[in-house]
């Protein structure tokens, strides 16, 4: 799928990694050790050259978890359990300097998928310290859930696509009241 124009740097990184799978197309990017290295390497990211099955799950489980964050429904709760646990795996913290204000993290990296993870979610952190975090939303699309980020002036947007998963969503609902409208009383 390619719906709305990507998320600006540095939000991009995180949703470059929630649209890793695709619901719609039952593809997922992150099944061989390939795709991780992929993703990694598109997004600079440092990443075992040799991928095992055991990373490949925590970055899964990583991914899915920062969706239910930003879908921002009732797995949230577990969602932010999950990825504060990987914060304490990473040993991820801010760093202060003397010099002009800005935000640095570093971690505990003992491997470069450590080290990669401490990267997003540094990005993840600082989005959310600063607001823009709040514009990168997930598909009001059960059977969708792509990652999108909303331009819309007063940031509404539901769908990643309007003329996609909104007219699919309209005309199930629409479907649904004539339905009703036709059974006898």
């Given amino acids: 799928m ?7 740097p540095p939000l991009a990184v995180l949703q470059h990694l929630v649209n890793t799978r695709e619901l719609l197309e039952n593809h997922d990017d992150l099944t061989a050790p ?16 040799r991928p095992t099955q055991a990373d490949l799950t925590r970055v899964r489980r990583f991914r899915e978890a920062l969706r239910q964050l930003l879908h921002r429904g009732e797995g949230a709760p577990a969602a932010a359990a999950e990825l ?10 801010p760093l202060l300097h003397a010099g002009p204000p ?18 997003v979610l540094a990005t993840l952190i600082t989005a959310s310290l600063d607001g823009s975090l709040s514009r990168l939303k997930i598909c009001g699309a059960e059977d969708c859930l792509w990652a999108y980020y909303d331009r819309s002036p007063n940031a509404a ?5 309007t003329s996609v998963c909104g007219a699919r ?16 009383s």
């Fill in 102 to 119: 800005g935000t640095e993290f570093t971690g505990d990296a003992t491997t470069p998928l450590d080290v990669a993870i401490t990267r």
């Fill in 157 to 161: 947007s539901r769908w990643c696509e």
């Fill in 2 to 8: 390619t719906p709305r124009p990507a998320a600006p």
């Fill in 34 to 49: 390939a795709g991780l290295v992929a993703w990694a390497e598109a997004e600079g990211l440092p990443c075992p050259p």
């Fill in 84 to 93: 504060n646990g990987e914060l304490a795996r990473t040993g991820t913290r």
């Fill in 169 to 184: 969503h309209k005309m199930r609902a629409y479907r649904a009241r004539q339905a009703a409208a036709a059974q006898p």
